[in-house]
């Protein structure tokens, strides 16, 4: 598992017991993916909405950056949404996101998180 990788994961409810299986972002640097066993993600969602705020990122499967995902419809990468998983819970790898992408999501991640 690496950085940027579009992964399936059981993320829980907050403020609920269960779980439900989502995609979602890795985020967390490779060099902690291989020495610990938790990794950070970021929650996908196909509501879009809110994609117009700066801690949310458009994937459009239209573009060839975003079919390279794995993702099934157009999808915003959510950074406001960040978990500690177990590296474990994830189930499978979709796809990637680019280089470029990874850009913008470290923007999306500053500005989540302020800052700058």
Do not use: F
């Not at 060099?31 to 990122?57: F, G, K, M, Y």
């Not at 950074?79 to 189930?91: A, E, F, K, M």
């Not at 500005?111 to 700058?116: E, T």
């Amino acid at each position: 598992m690496k950085r940027g990788d579009v992964v399936i994961v059981d993320v829980a409810y907050v403020g609920a017991p269960g779980s439900k299986r989502r995609p979602a972002l890795v985020v967390q640097n490779d060099v902690l993916n291989s020495t610990v066993r938790e990794t950070i993600i970021a929650a996908i969602t196909s509501n879009l909405s809110n994609v117009h705020q700066p801690d949310q990122l458009l994937i459009d499967l239209a573009t060839p950056d975003g079919a390279a995902t794995g993702l099934s419809m157009n999808s915003a990468v959510r950074c406001n949404r960040l978990h500690t998983i177990p590296q474990s819970d994830v189930r499978q790898v979709k796809g990637a996101l680019s280089a470029a992408l990874m850009k913008q999501v470290d923007a999306c991640l500053r500005s989540a998180l302020g800052i700058y």
